[in-house]
């Protein structure tokens, strides 16, 4: 299966595929008597109703139930984008400088807390999303900090010698992300012989914001990292605990932030607009000074925090401008069967990679992903199977003229897809001084042939079992043909002595291939097998262990992936030779997967959450 709708796998799909009719019984037939039991054990009892059906001259084809395009190109292209002007420049350039005036100062002052500060410092900007301004002083500012880091965490100033619990959660969770080396074990001098990281509780609002500062360390854990387990544990059940008792608006409305989003669903546009509401809501925060320095408050922060926001918003709009001129004038407005999401793509490639000169791989992984959705809705619902075979044939061609012979909506398609693959292409040779091309062919070939795998099981009526389902399925799920384009386009060179390193056949690819299958099928098992596409994780699973229920298969595969996000987060944060930026921007794609994931599928449904998601990080600014 493609990409995103991250669905179960084709062959149950291409089943109910409209063949013409002597065909279809042809294809029925051959499936042996084993395969059609099983195929009955696993069948939904609902009945089949988000498919609608279209009658042609001798054919009959399946179309999804989807929504259209939620974003119109008219409004779009209106959109006015009025933080672009010089004054806003200006005024932005002017407090760039007075915040890193504040950098200097808490790094220089000396006090009970001042290593807290620091961090701190760190901390606030990193949340507001204004961290790319300061990326040398919060370098100077973590070096100095982490000098005073020992085996059991860190006082809170720099002339204290007992670790402190807030300062030694902030600092692992900070120091761990920027790749310094730091234990897990730092967390065990806090817990007690009870197994909790508190002695006793005052539930004031100092030992909330530790125990808030616990949890978010507790979610950047790798395997086997017990006391991390036992971190997120203690302090999710004190946070709920705490939420009921507490009447600190801004205080409850920062947990209830981090409790739902936690980190591997928190992207940093969504993270950046949640803390300047809560901080343009907290005046204790906000107009706090730098002791000897009034003139240097967090004021100044959250008013950078706004006008850079906005700024980038005009940013994105202008891109999503470009992007939706490219799908209309591409054709691919015109195949009413599909789904139209090239703006939620935008959205999960924008969310998480934000600096303005990675234009091209915002742009390049939204086509992208666009386009191989196009891809999953041809192979699993529209096309019939002589179709996807001529269609798989032309496109190993890499031949626009290979398109003779094709229905129409296939052509659209295929030279879309085309020009894309080639576009990202051009964009690569920029960057990396060489032609990408046969490499790229290679993987989107792979990505082909996995679909044809999963139409192959459907003739034969096999019903794999989950190893060899995920074998085919972290291919099928597209997550490498659409990130790897990309990232060979951002400005870091990947040499092909490197590139394995975070391409094929690495840890890092299989793992970020293999959350987006598990994740997607948890949470688009139920509205595919209303649709009868039978096969997913769940139903494997369910063949693999007879008699196991789907709440067990569920509950199963939501632990797999999270032992599975663990695993990535340590090949995302080990010390190796490949370019931080290159993991960072993959490493983007795979959060907002799980956001988008997070409820339902995001992008087949992308009417409720996720369109929320849009307006708040990209059409609505700040008031200024």
Request: aromatic share 10%; net charge negative.
């Amino acid at each position: 299966m493609a990409l995103l709708s991250v669905s179960p796998l084709v062959f149950p799909k291409l089943l109910r595929k409209p063949y013409a009719s002597d065909q279809s019984s042809m294809v029925l037939n051959s499936c042996s008597k084993d395969a059609v039991q099983r195929k009955k054990a696993l069948r939904p009892t609902k009945s089949i109703n988000a498919i609608l059906i279209t009658h042609q001259p001798g054919l009959t084809r399946r179309i999804g139930n989807h929504h259209p395009n939620l974003w119109d190109d008219g409004f779009l292209q209106s959109l006015e984008m009025p933080y672009e002007g010089p004054p806003y420049v200006e005024r932005s350039k002017a407090l760039v400088r007075e915040v890193k005036e504040m950098f200097n100062a808490v790094l220089t002052k000396q006090s009970g807390d001042d290593l807290f500060q620091c961090l701190s410092m760190v901390d606030n900007v990193e949340r507001l999303g204004i961290e790319r301004h300061f990326q040398e002083e919060i370098k100077l500012t973590l070096d100095h900090v982490y000098r005073y880091w020992n085996k059991k965490g860190i006082a809170a100033g720099r002339n204290s010698s007992i670790s402190d619990l807030n300062t030694t959660v902030l600092g692992f969770r900070i120091f761990r992300l920027h790749r310094y080396n730091v234990s897990s074990d730092a967390l065990e001098s806090f817990k007690g012989k009870d197994g909790k990281f508190l002695k006793s509780s005052t539930q004031s609002k100092e030992e909330i914001q530790s125990i808030i500062n616990l949890f978010r360390a507790s979610l950047i854990a790798f395997p086997n990292e017990k006391v991390m387990d036992e971190a997120k544990s203690f302090s999710t059940k004190y946070l709920k605990q705490a939420l009921q008792n507490i009447d600190d608006s801004n205080l409850s409305r920062e947990i209830e932030f981090n409790l739902e989003y936690g980190w591997h669903t928190n992207v940093p546009r969504l993270e950046a607009r949640h803390y300047i509401e809560i901080y343009g809501e907290d005046s204790s925060w906000a107009e706090k000074t730098i002791k000897g320095m009034p003139h240097l408050s967090n004021t100044k922060v959250l008013e950078l925090a706004k006008l850079d926001f906005n700024m980038m918003q005009c940013m994105q709009q202008r891109e999503l401008q470009i992007l939706s001129r490219w799908w209309v004038e591409s054709g691919l407005s015109k195949l009413e069967f599909a789904r139209h999401r090239h703006v939620e793509y935008y959205f999960w490639a924008a969310g998480g990679v934000i600096e303005p000169k990675y234009f091209a791989f915002r742009i390049g992984f939204a086509k992208l992903s666009a386009l191989i959705t196009y891809l999953d809705d041809i192979y699993d619902t529209y096309g019939t199977y002589e179709e996807l075979q001529l269609f798989t044939e032309a496109i190993k061609k890499w031949d626009p003229l290979a398109t003779e012979g094709l229905p129409e909506y296939m052509k659209i398609a295929y030279i879309a897809f085309y020009d894309g693959v080639k576009d990202m292409v051009k964009e690569a040779q920029i960057t990396q001084g060489r032609d990408t091309f046969d490499y790229v062919k290679n993987a989107w070939e792979v990505y082909i042939d996995s679909y044809m795998q999963e139409a192959k099981w459907l003739v034969e009526g096999y019903i794999p079992t989950l190893e060899e389902y995920l074998e085919n399925g972290k291919v099928s799920s597209g997550s490498r043909v659409v990130t790897l384009q990309p990232v060979l386009a951002i400005d870091a060179i990947l040499p092909e002595n490197i590139l394995p390193e975070i391409d094929y056949p690495s840890k890092f690819d299989e793992l970020l291939c293999l959350t987006l299958r598990v994740k997607g099928d948890t949470r688009t098992f139920e509205v595919e097998a209303d649709r009868g596409e039978i096969v997913s994780c769940i139903t494997c699973y369910m063949r693999d262990h007879p008699g196991s229920t789907k709440e067990e298969a569920i509950n199963h595969l939501t632990a797999l992936c999270d032992e599975l996000l663990k695993e990535l987060n340590w090949e995302y944060l080990k010390p190796d030779n490949v370019p931080p930026i290159s993991k960072d921007c993959a490493y983007a794609v795979s959060r907002g997967l799980q956001l988008l994931y997070k409820e339902r599928d995001g992008f087949s449904v992308a009417s409720k959450d996720t369109k929320n998601h849009i307006i708040k990080t990209m059409i609505e600014p700040f008031p200024i």
